[in-house]
């Protein structure tokens, strides 16, 4: 069974820094894929960012981008020029290339963005 | 863009009766999961389904069923609602099985049993 952890259950940032979220996970496969949701206080859940583990580049989205460490089984999310916005709760998630299409989540980290 | 419903935003039981959470997608998506979110715990798989009238059990189906006659309706039932079942539900829908694509989520409903 795959096992996805958030260790950063709560973070803040001054608007306009960078911050980092932490993400590492285990699991046997070879083959998967990585994500990053957001939750903002609206509770959508919306998709940040998402990472092929075949592909070696980071994947980025505008302020957006990760830094997918495969042996060390590591995804981190860095948010550059953080925004009022950003404030939400982040959730990393794994899901397995055998296709079930199941989402593994984390715990979460509560970022708040500090005006 | 695809959207989906949760019936309720927030509901109030009682202990003992029984509880209907319904979900509906617009994008003739295949795949649909229900998922409680508690704090502390992340969201947990309830159930799952890849097509109408298949059914899957996740992490922690225990206390729960579901029911999925049309492909747009996921539903999930508490059969006799208990306190621990106080918790926030999430629906998601996907594409199809072996897409591996990203789950669209509903708003959540916030569920209390008292």
């Known amino acids: 069974a795959q096992t996805v952890t958030q260790s950063q259950p709560e973070m803040s940032v001054q608007e306009a820094e960078t911050v980092t979220l932490s993400c590492t996970y285990d699991t046997s496969e070879n083959n998967y894929y990585l994500f990053w949701y957001k939750q903002p206080p609206s509770r959508q859940m919306i998709l940040v960012i998402r990472?092929?583990?075949?592909?070696?580049q980071n994947a980025t989205e505008n302020r957006f981008s990760v830094n997918f460490q495969k042996a060390a089984k590591s995804f981190s999310l860095k948010i550059s020029d953080s925004q009022l916005g950003d404030t939400a709760m982040y959730f990393c998630?794994?899901?397995?290339?055998?296709?079930?299409?199941?989402?593994?989540f984390g715990t979460g980290t509560r970022l708040t963005i500090i005006p | 863009d695809v959207k989906v419903t949760q019936s309720s935003r927030y509901l109030v039981k009682r202990t003992g009766e029984k509880v209907f959470l319904e979900c509906v997608q617009d994008m003739d998506h295949e795949n649909m999961f229900w998922y409680r979110q508690d704090p502390g715990l992340g969201l947990r798989l309830i159930y799952f389904s890849y097509d109408v009238k298949m059914k899957e059990k996740g992490d922690i189906p225990e206390g729960y069923s579901v029911s999925r006659e049309k492909k747009e309706r996921f539903s999930l039932i508490l059969e006799s609602a208990s306190t621990n079942q106080t918790s926030m539900y999430l629906c998601?829908?996907?594409?199809?099985?072996?897409?591996?694509?990203?789950?669209?989520f509903g708003s959540g409903t916030q569920l209390s049993v008292l």
């Open positions: 998630a794994f899901m397995a290339n055998f296709g079930n299409e199941k989402l593994t």
């Open positions: 998601a829908s996907s594409l199809f099985r072996g897409a591996n694509e990203k789950l669209f």
């Open positions: 990472q092929e583990a075949y592909k070696q």
